[in-house]
């Protein structure tokens, strides 16, 4: 099995480690980076749970090579917060109990906040749309719905995901 050298910063911190070619980034951010808030559902990239940002845009971690990576900028769920304090996201979902069993939250958080980074105000059939790749096994998605409005008129993305995609276009 071949191994090879990435360089990867996550929610802001730099490091440097020799990963194997297959290894799958939701892996490496688990297991590698102890970063345990991005989930690992159905291994197809149907499910979202292990959706994060990649130099601002989201994607699914387990649709990603680890060495496809190599010199990027990734947030992750544990990112989101402003000095200690959680993002408007994470506040939204607290307020409208868009938690539910809390297994998708991290990935429906993260697809809320890129959705919030593209359209700071969106329409409810506009934030179906920007979750719709993302799967509640408790069919909580109203309350997931209500919980992304009212990110969108409590501070939208938030500061760090909002940083995080300003210096993905910069660099």
């Not at 990110?151 to 993905?168: D, E, M, N």
Request: glycine fraction near 12%; charged fraction near 20%; proline fraction near 2%.
């Amino acid at each position: 099995m071949s191994h090879h050298k990435v360089r990867i910063t996550v929610n802001g911190t730099a490091g440097e480690d020799e990963v194997e070619a297959r290894q799958l980034l939701v892996h490496y951010l688990r297991e590698t980076r102890a970063l345990t808030g991005t989930h690992v559902g159905c291994d197809t990239s149907n499910c979202g749970a292990c959706t994060v940002m990649v130099d601002g845009r989201t994607v699914k971690s387990c649709t990603v090579l680890t060495v496809t990576a190599d010199g990027t900028d990734v947030l992750t769920v544990e990112g989101l917060d402003e000095e200690g304090e959680m993002s408007p996201v994470q506040k939204g979902f607290q307020a409208c109990h868009g938690l539910q069993c809390g297994y998708c939250t991290p990935g429906m958080v993260m697809s809320a906040t890129g959705l919030l980074l593209e359209q700071p105000d969106p329409d409810d059939d506009a934030i179906r749309e920007g979750i719709e790749g993302n799967l509640c096994r408790c069919t909580g998605y109203d309350m997931i719905v209500d919980s992304v409005r009212w990110a969108a008129a409590h501070g939208g993305a938030g500061t760090a995901a909002t940083a995080h995609a300003a210096h993905a276009e910069g660099s």
